[in-house]
């Protein structure tokens, strides 16, 4: 409550930020250069869902389906690291029209769909997995619920935590430029994850790899600053998480959920 006698009000005078139009970033074809970053990406993306589901002991993986996949990079590098026998891909845009270098070899299935209903049957896949897809969602628990629909064993989800102390209104301002809606703390992904009514087994915060810290820099800038940060991360991953922008990744056991009294 404000008190009368304590003089205006104060304001923080933030700056308006600007929505493009949802998914303007993704459309169209990419340049050899976006798709090699795509593809050093993916593996990243790849390499931490493989390291929580082996902490899991998970067991075999059969049918695999990404919900968002793009143009298919992560989905790909899915095969390629073992993860699966069969291997589906949906987004809203017809990733079909524009197949990451290699998918169409892999005979990897990608198809569109209208972004609310998934067009599988309950528990169909063994493993679900949105990677960067839930900052672009206007409605995350029913874009949530519909993961947790079809997924029969584990659903994975990987999110950019871009809400630190060193956040600005301009960082803000260019994630929203590439469609990020949703902003992230390891904590507020639990909590989404949570009332969602699919509490995480774990939540984990991954570094890029020295790929992406390579990427657009010298090898000696990229070596101080993995150095930097992983120490960092190794040290405490709850401060490192509000000084820099790390990945999170979040293991739901689909099994467990639905054995559970109040279940999905």
């Known amino acids: 409550m404000h008190d009368q006698g304590a003089g205006p009000i104060p304001s923080l005078n933030l700056p308006q930020l600007v929505a493009p139009a949802q998914n303007q970033h993704y459309e169209g074809s990419y340049g050899d250069a976006m798709l090699q970053w795509r593809g050093i990406s993916a593996v990243d993306k790849v390499a931490n869902m493989r390291a929580m589901l082996a902490a899991a002991g998970a067991g075999p993986i059969a049918h695999v389906l990404e919900v968002g996949c793009g143009t298919g990079a992560v989905l790909l590098e899915t095969k390629r690291a073992g993860i699966g026998a069969e291997h589906c891909g949906i987004d809203l845009a017809d990733p079909s029209a524009h197949p990451h270098p290699g998918v169409t070899e892999a005979g990897l299935a990608l198809a569109a769909y209208d972004g609310m209903t998934i067009p599988f049957g309950d528990a169909s896949h063994d493993l679900v997995y949105a990677s960067h897809v839930l900052e672009h ?16 064993k584990w659903l994975y989800i990987e999110v950019p935590c871009e809400i630190h102390f060193r956040t600005t209104m301009r960082d803000l301002q260019t994630t929203l430029n590439i469609g990020h809606i949703n902003a992230f703390t390891p904590e507020t992904l639990a909590l989404t994850l949570s009332s969602a009514g699919l509490p995480p087994r774990d939540v984990q915060i991954f570094d890029h790899s020295m790929e992406v810290h390579r990427w657009r820099t010298s090898a000696m800038k990229a070596r101080a600053k993995a150095m930097m940060r992983r120490g960092l991360l190794a040290a405490s991953p709850r401060l490192a998480s509000k000084i820099f922008t790390y990945h999170a990744g979040a293991l739901i056991d689909m099994e467990r959920i639905r054995q559970s009294p109040r279940g999905v």
Request: proline letters at 6%; charged letters at 30%; aromatic letters at 6%.
């Open 137 to 152: 969602v206007p409605d995350e628990r029913g874009f949530l619920a519909e993961l947790a629909r079809v997924a029969a």
